[in-house]
């Protein structure tokens, strides 16, 4: 319960699953190219010592073998192009997806104890997403949330929001 919660409050659970599937998108790409270049290199073993091996054995057997290679490598790209197409839509998902948070606390009134106000971006790659903002004093509470757009607003922006969706924006791109 622990660890969901705290996996939860860095970003939505669904998000972690999105992550790990593309994880092993990623994983299975990798392993595919290695293979593949090692079908490639044994391939070119095969060819240049075919010629001794059909010395030593009938050429029909060597000519099934090789056509066995040429099947299975065949089946590989195609694999390998279907592992493509999924991982650029997952690749698309993550950068609409909401990866960048930060968090500024600060003292909006002089007479509050503490920095109880705050300012919180949630943004995408390209910068869009929200960031939201209360302001608190001995009375009240009150909570704004102001849509941002590649790092900008249409509704003026308090020096903590934009300081807060800087900081956000300084995060690795994919």
């Known amino acids: ?20 599937l593309a994880m092993l998108l990623v994983i299975i790409f990798l392993v ?37 290679y040429i099947q299975k490598l065949d089946y590989q790209e195609k694999e390998f192009s279907k592992f493509a197409t999924r991982l650029s839509q997952v690749e ?21 104890g503490s920095d109880l106000s705050f300012a919180f971006a949630l943004l995408n790659q ?15 509470s009150r909570v704004y949330a102001k849509p941002i757009k590649e790092g900008m607003s249409t509704y003026s922006l308090t020096s903590e929001e934009k300081e807060v969706i800087d900081r956000a924006m300084l995060g690795e791109k994919i």
């Open 1 to 20: 319960m622990k660890l969901s919660w705290a996996l939860e409050t860095i970003m939505p659970l669904h998000w972690w699953g999105i992550s790990a």
């Open 32 to 68: 595919n190219f290695i293979l593949y270049h090692r079908l490639n290199r044994r391939m070119k073993q095969f060819e240049a010592s075919s010629l001794t091996l059909q010395t030593f054995m009938s050429g029909h057997h060597l000519d099934t073998l090789l056509q066995e």
């Open 92 to 112: 698309i998902r993550l950068r609409a997806g909401v990866d960048r948070a930060e968090l500024l606390r600060f003292r909006a009134f002089e007479n509050v």
């Open 126 to 140: 390209e910068g869009s997403g929200v960031v939201l903002s209360s302001i608190h004093n001995r009375d009240e």
